[in-house]
């Protein structure tokens, strides 16, 4: 067992992954990013509340429950943006290509002449792609 964090992972699938690793720190890095950005979007909200609040009274409850709010959306935006960029990293490391020079290799047509009919493809299994250590690519 190789342990990853707070995780224990099989040999088998270590060996398998060699990034594991570094993919497991970016992820951690960004959810800490997304909780760093939480507690400081919700004392910036709430300290431009309380300067609104000289001119415009509310209660506290709701200065509050904006500045929550506030920096729970800032957070979830910077950390789906921070844990895109670490699924971007892990397909380049298991691959060696960016999603985008995947993308554009997958999405290359084929012909007309070479698709199947709709009766042959119940019959005919699709070719499966795999990566350097044996993984399934999609």
């Not at 005919?124 to 990566?131: F, I, S």
Request: hydrophobic letters at 40%; glycine letters at 8%.
């Amino acid at each position: 067992m190789v342990t990853l964090g707070l995780r224990r992972v099989e040999d088998e699938v270590a060996a398998k992954h060699p990034a594991l690793q570094q993919y497991a720190a970016c992820q951690s890095h960004a959810f800490l990013k997304g909780i760093g950005t939480f507690l400081a979007g919700s004392g910036a909200a709430f300290a431009v509340q309380k300067l609104v609040n000289r001119k415009v009274p509310y209660s506290l409850q709701w200065s509050l429950l904006l500045a929550g709010a506030a920096g729970s959306l800032t957070s979830y935006v910077v950390t789906r943006a921070e844990t895109q960029k670490c699924s971007d990293f892990w397909i380049y490391l298991e691959t060696g290509k960016s999603p985008q020079e995947l993308a554009m290799a997958g999405g290359v047509s084929q012909p007309a002449e070479d698709l199947p009919s709709p009766e042959d493809r119940g019959k005919a299994a699709l070719p499966v792609r795999r990566n350097k250590y044996g993984d399934i690519v999609e």
